[in-house]
């Protein structure tokens, strides 16, 4: 029977944190295949040979999060999984708006560190896309300017952890 358990999971200790701390956004198809280990860490990733494909996006604390629905149909016998990212930013200027521009028609593949120190990859398959997003000045001093961004990824399996080293030098300085 292909759909064996292959391992039990444990209650483990308190020891995780929530949240995101960072993002690395890259266009989808300057990623041309990945490696993964027996355990299904990402391990390398294939890029152009000159390329640095992946931009940082920073944020403040406690503000990136992510969610994976797993969504499944009995009467069709699919199982995907819908991954939503969703990155704030402050202060608007010109910069961001031409960056938010070009995101809202890319087809991206993002890399979320977690504040466990782990790296996942979203949209390694089909890409992400930015789903919806807002741009708002606020209203009083101490509301909030900037861009709220949402992006969806769809996939056959659950977003994979990856090794730092399998992108870093392909962060674009």
């Not at 992006?151 to 952890?161: N, T, W």
Request: glycine share 8%.
């Amino acid at each position: 029977m292909a759909c064996q358990l292959t391992a039990s999971i444990l209650k483990g200790c308190k020891d995780g944190v929530g949240g995101n701390s960072i993002i690395y956004i890259a266009n989808h198809e300057l990623i041309t295949a990945t490696t993964a280990d027996a355990s299904g860490t990402i391990t390398g990733l294939t890029v152009p040979a000159s390329g640095t494909p992946f931009f940082t996006f920073e944020a403040r604390k406690e503000s990136i999060t992510t969610e994976t629905a797993i969504i499944t149909s009995d009467e069709n016998g699919t199982t995907y999984y819908e991954s939503t990212i969703v990155y704030p930013t402050l202060k608007r200027d010109e910069n961001k708006r031409l960056q938010v521009n070009l995101l809202a028609v890319a087809t991206v593949a993002i890399i979320v560190k977690d504040n466990n120190g782990k790296y996942w990859y979203f949209g390694q398959v089909n890409g992400a896309e930015l789903s919806e997003g807002t741009i708002t000045s606020g209203k009083a001093f101490a509301d909030k300017n900037g861009y709220d961004l949402t992006f969806m990824a769809k996939e056959s399996v659950a977003p994979m952890e990856i090794d730092y080293a399998a992108f870093s030098t392909y962060i674009n300085a």
